[in-house]
Protein backbone atom coordinates (compact mmCIF):
# COMPACT_ATOMS: atom_id res chain seq x y z
CA UNK A 1 0.00 0.00 0.00
CA UNK A 2 1.21 3.58 -0.99
CA UNK A 3 2.02 5.83 2.10
CA UNK A 4 0.54 9.28 1.27
CA UNK A 5 3.38 10.86 2.92
CA UNK A 6 5.23 9.61 0.51
CA UNK A 7 3.58 10.54 -2.21
CA UNK A 8 2.73 14.09 -1.16
CA UNK A 9 7.02 14.25 -0.96
CA UNK A 10 7.25 13.40 -4.16
CA UNK A 11 4.80 16.03 -5.60
CA UNK A 12 6.37 18.79 -3.66
CA UNK A 13 10.10 17.66 -4.61
CA UNK A 14 9.05 17.81 -8.10
CA UNK A 15 7.65 20.99 -8.40
CA UNK A 16 10.49 22.87 -6.02
CA UNK A 17 13.44 20.82 -7.45
CA UNK A 18 15.20 20.72 -4.00
CA UNK A 19 15.29 19.42 -1.05
CA UNK A 20 15.65 22.87 0.99
CA UNK A 21 12.72 24.02 -0.68
CA UNK A 22 10.82 21.05 -0.50
CA UNK A 23 11.43 20.90 3.19
CA UNK A 24 10.49 24.52 3.87
CA UNK A 25 6.74 23.49 2.28
CA UNK A 26 6.17 20.57 4.14
CA UNK A 27 7.85 22.06 7.58
CA UNK A 28 9.84 18.71 8.31
CA UNK A 29 13.52 17.94 7.82
CA UNK A 30 15.74 17.42 4.25
CA UNK A 31 16.18 13.87 5.41
CA UNK A 32 12.77 12.81 6.05
CA UNK A 33 11.98 13.78 2.50
CA UNK A 34 14.88 11.61 1.37
CA UNK A 35 13.85 8.86 2.98
CA UNK A 36 10.54 9.01 1.83
CA UNK A 37 11.58 9.27 -1.60
CA UNK A 38 14.18 6.26 -0.97
CA UNK A 39 11.18 4.07 -0.02
CA UNK A 40 8.50 5.19 -2.59
CA UNK A 41 11.80 4.12 -5.44
CA UNK A 42 12.11 0.93 -3.09
CA UNK A 43 8.43 -0.09 -3.41
CA UNK A 44 8.08 0.68 -7.43
CA UNK A 45 11.58 -0.73 -8.13
CA UNK A 46 11.56 2.45 -10.28
CA UNK A 47 14.77 5.51 -9.86
CA UNK A 48 12.42 8.91 -9.87
CA UNK A 49 14.60 11.53 -9.77
CA UNK A 50 18.10 12.36 -11.78
CA UNK A 51 20.18 13.90 -8.93
CA UNK A 52 22.40 16.53 -10.04
CA UNK A 53 24.11 19.80 -8.20
CA UNK A 54 21.22 20.25 -5.42
CA UNK A 55 18.67 19.71 -8.30
CA UNK A 56 15.98 16.80 -8.48
CA UNK A 57 14.85 16.14 -11.92
CA UNK A 58 12.29 14.45 -13.00
CA UNK A 59 12.95 10.37 -14.56
CA UNK A 60 11.09 9.58 -17.50
CA UNK A 61 9.38 6.90 -14.32
CA UNK A 62 9.27 10.04 -12.33
CA UNK A 63 7.28 11.92 -14.93
CA UNK A 64 4.69 9.05 -15.23
CA UNK A 65 4.34 9.18 -11.56
CA UNK A 66 3.70 12.32 -11.34
CA UNK A 67 0.70 12.22 -13.06
CA UNK A 68 -1.04 9.67 -11.51
CA UNK A 69 -0.01 11.61 -7.80
CA UNK A 70 -1.15 14.64 -8.94
CA UNK A 71 -4.83 13.23 -9.25
CA UNK A 72 -4.51 11.23 -5.94
CA UNK A 73 -3.62 15.09 -4.32
CA UNK A 74 -6.58 16.52 -6.14
CA UNK A 75 -8.88 14.35 -4.94
CA UNK A 76 -7.48 14.56 -1.53
CA UNK A 77 -7.90 18.15 -1.63
CA UNK A 78 -11.19 17.25 -3.42
CA UNK A 79 -12.21 15.96 0.02
CA UNK A 80 -11.22 18.18 2.17
CA UNK A 81 -13.20 20.71 0.83
CA UNK A 82 -16.08 18.78 0.66
CA UNK A 83 -16.56 17.67 4.34
CA UNK A 84 -14.17 20.74 6.12
CA UNK A 85 -15.98 23.26 4.09
CA UNK A 86 -12.75 24.94 4.06
CA UNK A 87 -10.75 25.86 0.86
CA UNK A 88 -7.20 24.06 0.97
CA UNK A 89 -4.16 27.18 -0.57
CA UNK A 90 -2.68 25.35 -3.70
CA UNK A 91 0.38 24.87 -4.50
CA UNK A 92 2.37 24.06 -7.10
CA UNK A 93 3.78 25.42 -10.63
CA UNK A 94 1.07 25.30 -13.94
CA UNK A 95 2.66 26.43 -16.95
CA UNK A 96 0.52 28.26 -19.63
CA UNK A 97 1.71 28.98 -23.06
CA UNK A 98 -0.40 31.66 -25.56
CA UNK A 99 0.16 34.12 -27.78
CA UNK A 100 1.75 37.22 -26.84
CA UNK A 101 -0.69 39.78 -27.99
CA UNK A 102 -3.40 38.02 -25.69
CA UNK A 103 -0.58 37.43 -22.96
CA UNK A 104 0.35 41.12 -22.75
CA UNK A 105 -2.69 42.75 -23.26
CA UNK A 106 -5.34 40.56 -21.77
CA UNK A 107 -3.97 37.92 -19.32
CA UNK A 108 -1.77 39.65 -17.04
CA UNK A 109 -3.91 42.80 -16.06
CA UNK A 110 -6.37 39.96 -14.21
CA UNK A 111 -3.36 38.22 -12.06
CA UNK A 112 -4.19 40.59 -9.20
CA UNK A 113 -7.60 39.19 -9.16
CA UNK A 114 -6.72 35.45 -9.62
CA UNK A 115 -3.70 35.84 -6.75
CA UNK A 116 -6.29 37.24 -4.47
CA UNK A 117 -7.74 33.82 -4.15
CA UNK A 118 -4.68 31.42 -4.93
CA UNK A 119 -1.89 33.16 -3.08
CA UNK A 120 0.25 30.18 -3.15
CA UNK A 121 -0.21 28.90 -7.04
CA UNK A 122 3.04 29.80 -9.36
CA UNK A 123 1.53 30.60 -12.96
CA UNK A 124 4.56 30.82 -15.19
CA UNK A 125 3.46 32.44 -18.55
CA UNK A 126 5.07 31.87 -22.09
CA UNK A 127 4.06 34.35 -24.45
CA UNK A 128 5.16 34.10 -27.78
CA UNK A 129 4.87 32.28 -31.72
CA UNK A 130 6.26 29.13 -30.47
CA UNK A 131 4.25 25.97 -30.40
CA UNK A 132 4.74 23.98 -27.60
CA UNK A 133 4.20 20.16 -26.89
CA UNK A 134 1.04 18.95 -24.25
CA UNK A 135 1.93 15.34 -24.87
CA UNK A 136 5.50 16.05 -23.73
CA UNK A 137 5.22 17.95 -21.41
CA UNK A 138 6.31 21.18 -22.08
CA UNK A 139 3.04 22.91 -20.69
CA UNK A 140 -0.07 22.41 -18.57
CA UNK A 141 -2.55 24.68 -20.56
CA UNK A 142 -1.85 26.04 -24.03
CA UNK A 143 -4.05 28.59 -25.63
CA UNK A 144 -3.62 28.00 -29.56
CA UNK A 145 -5.06 29.79 -32.92
CA UNK A 146 -6.43 26.66 -34.21
CA UNK A 147 -8.36 23.30 -32.73
CA UNK A 148 -5.83 20.25 -32.20
CA UNK A 149 -6.11 17.81 -34.54
CA UNK A 150 -4.99 14.35 -32.79
CA UNK A 151 -3.69 13.61 -29.63
CA UNK A 152 -4.96 13.04 -25.88
CA UNK A 153 -6.17 16.21 -25.77
CA UNK A 154 -9.17 18.02 -24.73
CA UNK A 155 -9.96 21.75 -26.35
CA UNK A 156 -12.61 24.73 -26.62
CA UNK A 157 -12.98 27.47 -28.38
CA UNK A 158 -12.74 30.61 -26.40
CA UNK A 159 -13.21 33.66 -28.60
CA UNK A 160 -12.55 35.06 -31.86
CA UNK A 161 -10.60 37.88 -32.15
CA UNK A 162 -10.14 40.83 -35.30
CA UNK A 163 -7.08 41.69 -36.84
CA UNK A 164 -6.96 45.06 -39.42
CA UNK A 165 -4.20 46.55 -41.40
CA UNK A 166 -2.71 50.22 -39.40
CA UNK A 167 0.03 53.20 -39.78
CA UNK A 168 0.53 55.96 -37.92
CA UNK A 169 -0.49 59.35 -38.37
CA UNK A 170 3.13 60.05 -39.01
CA UNK A 171 3.75 57.69 -41.67
CA UNK A 172 0.86 59.52 -43.78
CA UNK A 173 2.48 62.54 -43.15
CA UNK A 174 4.97 61.26 -45.53
CA UNK A 175 3.08 58.81 -47.30
CA UNK A 176 0.33 59.06 -49.18
CA UNK A 177 -3.12 57.83 -48.26
CA UNK A 178 -4.45 54.10 -48.96
CA UNK A 179 -7.96 54.53 -50.33
CA UNK A 180 -8.27 51.26 -51.98
CA UNK A 181 -6.24 48.05 -52.28
CA UNK A 182 -4.19 48.67 -55.25
CA UNK A 183 -2.75 51.48 -53.49
CA UNK A 184 -1.02 48.73 -51.35
CA UNK A 185 1.67 48.44 -53.66
CA UNK A 186 5.04 50.19 -52.77
CA UNK A 187 4.06 50.41 -49.66
CA UNK A 188 6.35 49.30 -46.56
CA UNK A 189 5.00 46.75 -44.77
CA UNK A 190 6.25 45.22 -41.01
CA UNK A 191 5.70 41.30 -40.27
CA UNK A 192 7.03 38.21 -38.37
CA UNK A 193 9.74 36.39 -39.36
CA UNK A 194 8.26 33.50 -40.95
CA UNK A 195 11.02 30.93 -40.24
CA UNK A 196 10.14 31.79 -35.95
CA UNK A 197 6.47 31.66 -36.57
CA UNK A 198 5.09 27.92 -35.68
CA UNK A 199 1.20 29.16 -36.26
CA UNK A 200 0.17 28.94 -39.89
CA UNK A 201 -2.59 31.47 -38.24
CA UNK A 202 -0.25 33.98 -38.32
CA UNK A 203 0.78 34.12 -41.98
CA UNK A 204 -2.39 36.93 -42.66
CA UNK A 205 0.17 39.43 -44.58
CA UNK A 206 1.04 36.75 -47.28
CA UNK A 207 -1.98 35.13 -47.13
CA UNK A 208 -3.67 38.69 -47.65
CA UNK A 209 -1.49 40.57 -50.14
CA UNK A 210 0.39 39.80 -53.09
CA UNK A 211 3.39 41.69 -54.22
CA UNK A 212 4.11 43.79 -51.07
CA UNK A 213 7.36 45.12 -49.96
CA UNK A 214 8.42 44.02 -45.91
CA UNK A 215 10.89 46.43 -44.81
CA UNK A 216 11.15 45.22 -41.24
CA UNK A 217 10.05 41.67 -39.36
CA UNK A 218 10.11 40.76 -35.58
CA UNK A 219 8.88 37.77 -33.86
CA UNK A 220 7.90 40.28 -31.56
CA UNK A 221 4.65 41.75 -31.50
CA UNK A 222 5.15 44.49 -29.41
CA UNK A 223 8.33 45.36 -31.57
CA UNK A 224 6.11 45.81 -34.46
CA UNK A 225 3.76 47.34 -33.14
CA UNK A 226 6.08 50.15 -32.02
CA UNK A 227 7.61 50.07 -35.30
CA UNK A 228 4.36 50.86 -37.07
CA UNK A 229 3.79 54.17 -34.17
CA UNK A 230 7.48 55.35 -35.16
CA UNK A 231 6.20 55.29 -39.29
CA UNK A 232 8.65 53.06 -40.41
CA UNK A 233 5.90 50.93 -42.20
CA UNK A 234 2.29 49.36 -41.63
CA UNK A 235 1.38 46.41 -40.35
CA UNK A 236 -1.72 43.81 -39.83
CA UNK A 237 -2.63 44.25 -35.57
CA UNK A 238 -4.73 42.55 -33.60
CA UNK A 239 -7.26 45.15 -32.82
CA UNK A 240 -7.70 44.92 -29.30
CA UNK A 241 -4.24 46.17 -29.08
CA UNK A 242 -3.97 48.97 -31.90
CA UNK A 243 -7.03 50.54 -31.19
CA UNK A 244 -5.62 52.34 -28.11
CA UNK A 245 -3.22 53.72 -29.90
CA UNK A 246 -4.73 57.65 -30.79
CA UNK A 247 -1.57 57.87 -33.27
CA UNK A 248 -2.63 54.69 -35.19
CA UNK A 249 -5.05 54.64 -37.76
CA UNK A 250 -6.83 51.52 -39.58
CA UNK A 251 -6.46 51.26 -43.47
CA UNK A 252 -9.20 50.28 -45.20
CA UNK A 253 -10.78 48.81 -42.20
CA UNK A 254 -14.18 47.87 -44.10
CA UNK A 255 -11.98 45.67 -46.79
CA UNK A 256 -9.44 44.20 -44.72
CA UNK A 257 -10.68 42.58 -41.68
CA UNK A 258 -9.72 39.33 -40.29
CA UNK A 259 -10.81 36.94 -38.24
CA UNK A 260 -9.11 34.37 -36.33
CA UNK A 261 -9.86 32.07 -33.18
CA UNK A 262 -8.21 31.39 -29.58
CA UNK A 263 -8.43 27.96 -28.12
CA UNK A 264 -7.71 26.29 -25.11
CA UNK A 265 -6.21 22.71 -25.11
CA UNK A 266 -5.06 20.41 -21.89
CA UNK A 267 -4.06 16.94 -21.87
CA UNK A 268 -6.67 15.02 -21.26
CA UNK A 269 -3.88 13.42 -17.79
CA UNK A 270 -4.23 17.00 -16.41
CA UNK A 271 -8.17 17.89 -17.33
CA UNK A 272 -8.83 17.04 -13.37
CA UNK A 273 -5.82 18.26 -11.40
CA UNK A 274 -7.12 20.80 -9.11
CA UNK A 275 -4.22 23.36 -9.79
CA UNK A 276 -4.80 23.29 -14.01
CA UNK A 277 -8.69 23.02 -13.38
CA UNK A 278 -8.36 26.98 -11.31
CA UNK A 279 -6.30 28.34 -13.69
CA UNK A 280 -8.63 27.00 -16.77
CA UNK A 281 -11.26 28.67 -15.02
CA UNK A 282 -9.70 31.83 -14.79
CA UNK A 283 -8.82 31.66 -18.04
CA UNK A 284 -12.26 31.00 -19.73
CA UNK A 285 -13.11 33.23 -16.85
CA UNK A 286 -11.13 35.99 -18.44
CA UNK A 287 -11.65 35.40 -22.07
CA UNK A 288 -15.88 35.61 -21.37
CA UNK A 289 -15.13 39.28 -19.77
CA UNK A 290 -13.19 40.77 -22.17
CA UNK A 291 -14.89 38.94 -25.62
CA UNK A 292 -16.39 42.33 -27.06
CA UNK A 293 -12.87 43.77 -26.84
CA UNK A 294 -11.72 40.54 -28.42
CA UNK A 295 -14.42 41.34 -31.28
CA UNK A 296 -14.16 44.56 -32.25
Same mark, same amino acid.
Given at each position: ????????? !?I????S???????KK??? *??T????????? =????????F????? %???L?????????????????????? @? *????K? $??LTG $?? +??????????E??????? =???? @?????E????????? +??????E??????????????L???K?S???? %???GS????????? /?D????????? !????????V????L?????S??? /??I??????L %?? %???????????????? !?I?K??K???????K???ITR?Y????? *????? /?????? $??? !? $??R????EK???? /?
Amino acid at each position: MFNWNDLES !FIILSRSGKLNLAAKKLKI *EPTTISRRILRL =EEKLNVKLFYRSNN %QYILTDDGTRLIIFAEKIESEILSIN @E *EFTNKN $VNLTG $VV +RISLPEGLGIEIFTKYLK =EFYK @EHRDLEIELLADTKA +RSLSNKEVDISITLSRPKRGKLVSWKLSDYVI %QLYGSKEYFTKNKM /IDNLENLTGHK !FISYVDDLVDYPELNYLHDSFNN /IKILFRSNNL %QA %QLNAVKEGIGIALLHN !FIAKKEKNLIPILPKKIKITREYWIVIH *EDLIN /IKRIRV $VVD !F $VSRVMKLEKNNLN /I
